[in-house]
């Protein structure tokens, strides 16, 4: 079926509808989309074809009529979805039914499940700011809802924004979120910005901005480059032997600093604007000509200053400046490294087709392509269409997902829950199910990306991404976690073989290339130096984002589907996996905290982290009974549990390295994870455990989903992400694990 999109707005708050270009504005320089109140939300249709997330604006009633809205689209635009109540669950088995029933409503067409990955404040402005330079704004319908979104995401109090939705407010969200808002056409004078720029001043003004916002003000033209710290790209021509060189960061950083430091180097402004010129004067408490752009490179909030810059960092920032640009760095010098970093973009956009790891490096390859490519490149065209996937349109309006989205990974948690509840040979869930093993067959990836050594790449034949087979970056969990749900389905009776062994070994193989020497698995690849390559981190509002570093849920992770590998296949390379699960089982034991816990870094924090280590200590036989790892392990979450049977826990606990109860209470997703891992570990006493189920159950809805509550997700220590399909993939699986341990026990 055609996807038709047409270009007529809405009817205006005052009168009939009119019809307006997508890029009409009263802006004469760069033209800017004009804002609506909000958009029919029944309007809104997201396409999943080929794993591949967009969504579309319909005004052609014709074109409705040929596309209705599913239940997935009323569901995560926030309409009335209006159906019935389920009976009430007597006991968990009939909960995890209940909440399939209404689970496989948002399956996608394709099989798998999506959902928004936001929460991050400093990735929308990213795109928005691409898109404006390269004088390819926003469509009006885009630009009404992007503004929704970060109106209701203001801080109620102050008016500024945060890192992350729950957060303080910071310069980072302050700053880059204030300027979308005017780029999409909010004039100055409305009250929430009026109440932003009040919390921006009050915190000192732009100059009080991170790294990360300078850089992006400046690429507009907002700043100069003089108050960027140096990124040379002559650190991509030092030799692969050096301690420093760039392969050796985690992949993160490395491509976002490599385009960043292209655009550094050549020093390219956007056009200036009227727009720009205004946002010259509301962004700084002093007057623009007589800032002092050098002097303020290193002048930051202390709400953005989570990694303070080391001394060390300093005065190497200060060396390049100082001394290596203007004596060292000669123009021959200067073009190498320009065309090197050139060389590196084009690899990251081949081998993605223009999709890129994440969008912060997807916006600034855009830039980098229109100002190498010229506005009509294909390379720049490419990259807007591919842009349009990352964005995500919610009850609030649009915002922009951490990645291209959660396709693989959230389709392979759904899979476990079923199966840990019993059900995967029910006739029932079988259509659910098969569509589900067909679409992770299709985003197998099934070879190594093109000059793999040459663009420093890890191997991935065989693996899954964590999004889709497009973006195509392999991590160690997502691989393990889509092979574990490949293997239970293919060796459940009545499931077609979709993914022969061969394919199987494939996975396995890159799976076992991932353990580091400690016996841990990183994430993307093994790490390649150590955690004193963060006196470099000049990122500031992040830490530990330097290098890879070793994680219990990665190595859990691989343990486990390894271990389950083993039992189908016991003679493909046995010696190698049992000395992996050896060594790796070993090293959860050392990573186990004083408390008993296990410090998460992907999920709030150690309930994520202690869940998964218990699952380890389990597949290899290490319970509560028998392991004083596991016992630990199960009395520190039982320390924890709340007089109403759930877990709570907050984000400040990824920062501040401590246990931190969530000021809201108990939560539905932190109470499965504690509940998985005590009944992993077998623990001993059935009470608390039919508590922390009962309040599952009691928090189900009638049509038998649960809702949203606090944020699930974090990286690099100090931001927080969405997993909203945690809600439904975790509780199930803890109400089924439940079930199929203890099938005599009633919870109420």
Known sequence: MARKQATKAPAASNGS???RSSTESDDHDVKRPRLQESTDKARWR????????????????????????SYADKYFLGMPLELPELPKATNPLDAVRNGLTFFEKLQLPEGHW???????????????IARYVTKNPVPWYYATEIKNYLFARANPVDGGWGLHIEGESTMLGTTLNYTTLRLVGVEADHPVMVKARATMHKMGGAICAPHWAKFWLTVLGIMKWDIVNPVPPELWLLPDWVPIAPWRWWIHMRQVFLPMSYLWSKKWQAEETDLIRELRKELFVEDWDKIDWAGNRNTI??????????????????????????IFRTKYLVDKAEAWASELIDMEDENTDYSDLAPVNAAMNTVCCYV?????????????????????????????????GVQCWDTAFAIQAIMDAGLTEDPRWRPMLIKSLEFLEDQQIRENVKDQDKCYRHPRKGAWAFSNKDQGYAVSDCVSEALKSVIILQK??????????????????????YQNPSGACSSYETPRAGQWMEVLNAAEVFGNIMVEYEYPECTTAVLTTLSLFKKHWPNHRTAEIDNFITRAVKWIKSNQKPHGGWYGNWGICFTYATMFALESLASVGETYETSRYAKKGCDFLIARQREDGGWSESYKACETGKYVEHPTGSQV???????????KAKYPDIEPIKKGIKLIMDRQQPNGEWLQEAIEGVF?????????????????????????????????
């Not at 909030?301 to 640009?325: Q, R």
């Not at 009776?493 to 996975?507: K, V």
């Not at 694990?737 to 005599?744: E, G, I, K, Q, V």
């Open 301 to 326: 909030h202390p709400n953005d200053n989570y990694h303070p810059k080391t001394a060390f960092l300093n005065t190497v920032n200060w060396l390049l400046v100082n001394i290596w640009s203007p």
């Open 372 to 404: 190498r490519d010229g506005p009509n490149a294909y390379s720049v065209r490419r990259h807007v269409e591919r842009l349009d996937e990352v964005l995500w349109v919610n009850a609030e309006g649009m915002l922009c997902n951490g990645t291209n």
């Open 716 to 748: 690099n220590k100090s931001c927080m992400i969405s997993y909203p399909n945690y809600k439904f993939s975790f509780p199930l699986k803890a109400l089924g694990l439940f079930a199929t341990r203890y099938p005599d026990e009633k919870v109420v």
């Open 492 to 513: 459940t009776p009545g499931f077609p073989t979709l993914i022969e062994d061969q394919r199987i070994f494939d996975a396995v193989d890159t799976m076992l290339t």
């Open 669 to 679: 997703v932190m109470t499965a994870w504690a509940l998985i891992g005590l009944i």
């Open 46 to 69: 997201l396409s999943s074809e080929g794993g591949r997330h967009t969504w579309h604006y319909l005004e052609d009633d014709e074109a409705l009529k040929e596309w209705p809205q």
């Open 17 to 19: 509808p009119k019809k």
């Open 114 to 128: 999506g959902c928004e990955y936001g929460g991050p404040m400093f990735l929308l402005p990213g795109v928005v």
